[in-house]
């Protein structure tokens, strides 16, 4: 019976320290990336234009609204995070 408690407590334990699971966040703005012979990339990690085209400026590229972006989720993550 005590080792069944023992075990009962850590597993508990582990429960509350394992870390929460993690959301996709998604951003206003993606860059294109210029690339030879089909190559390149996309990248849809930018709050803004401005931040969006200081990266591709010189490595060349383009930049354009990310179109699985919703203005909703930037206020339902800061509401996850002042509720954490």
Do not use: K
């Not at 850590?10 to 996709?24: G, I």
């Amino acid at each position: 019976m005590r080792m069944l408690l023992i075990a009962s407590a850590l597993l508990t334990t582990a429960a509350v320290l394992a870390p929460a699971p993690s959301q996709a966040q998604t951003y206003p703005w993606c860059a294109q990336y210029s690339g030879g012979f089909g190559g390149g990339g996309r990248n849809c990690g930018f709050t803004s234009y401005g931040q969006c085209m200081a990266t591709v400026s010189g490595i060349g590229g383009f930049c354009e609204r990310n179109s699985f972006y919703r203005q909703d989720d930037r206020r339902l993550r800061r509401m996850h995070r002042e509720h954490d």
